[in-house]
């Protein structure tokens, strides 16, 4: 099973800064990775897949990049619907399907 | 546009069944490719994925679970259900049914790009 880890745990921010997430797999994984927000009470929602490849809708604001085993979703000019968890998940070698712990993005 | 709607009973007691049903409407569950899941999350934790169904019918389940789970397709409902026994208090988590895509076209690859609002089951006696 490919395990997944993510840093930090909580990312503090402002309003209009970057902020800048890491997630790294186990083994490589080329670029079958996915990354999802998700803000209270709400399911997540799909950003990224293909490691830097923006879902319909997502605003250009996010983006991944990345291969192997290390990878980055940026978030540039945070709004305030961006505070929210982040979670990168694998796809290369299943199952299962695996997902990282997340990273709290906040205040 | 493709919803997903999670419904069953939000309370199951210790070793009986978890059965839940994901109601699909503005797509077919048998469209050609299509894959249906499940995922959940314990509360404040993250993300662990059930398993998936193929619109053939295929399925693919969690190591962790799969003596467990069963996932089948009512193609006449438009829905996709879950079916998890033997239940224990770390079986508590919401529960969401999924639409996942597989970007190799039927390897099974699979990333989730719609996802229900989830329902909460908790496993208490």
């Known amino acids: 099973e490919i395990v997944m880890t993510q840093s930090p745990a909580t990312l503090s921010v402002s309003p209009g800064e970057r902020a800048t997430l890491s997630c790294r797999a186990s083994q490589s994984i080329n670029n079958n990775l996915a990354w999802y927000q998700q803000r209270p009470g709400q399911p997540p929602r799909l950003l990224i897949h293909g490691a830097s490849t923006r879902a319909t809708g997502i605003p250009a604001r996010f983006s991944g990049s990345g291969s192997g085993t290390e990878f980055t979703l940026t978030i540039n000019s945070l709004q305030s619907e961006d505070f929210a968890v982040y979670y990168c998940q694998q796809y290369y070698n299943w199952p299962p399907f695996t997902f990282g712990p997340g990273t709290k993005v906040d205040i | 546009q493709m919803q997903l709607q999670e419904s069953g009973p939000g309370l199951v007691k210790p070793s009986e069944t978890l059965s839940l049903i994901c109601t699909v409407s503005?797509?077919?569950?048998?469209?050609?490719?299509?894959?249906w899941g499940w995922v959940r999350q314990p509360p404040g934790k993250g993300l662990e994925w059930i398993g998936s169904i193929f619109y053939s019918g295929s399925t693919y389940y969690n190591p962790s679970l799969k003596s467990r789970v069963t996932i089948s397709m009512d193609t006449s409902n438009n829905q996709f259900s879950l079916r998890l026994t033997s239940v224990t208090t770390a079986d508590t988590a919401v529960y969401y049914c999924?639409?996942?895509?597989?970007?190799?076209?039927?390897?099974?690859?699979?990333?989730?790009?719609?996802w229900g609002q989830g329902i909460l089951v908790a496993v208490s006696s």
């Open positions: 503005g797509d077919s569950i048998s469209r050609l490719g299509d894959y």
């Open positions: 999924t639409r996942p895509r597989d970007p190799y076209y039927g390897s099974g690859s699979q990333y989730f790009d719609s």
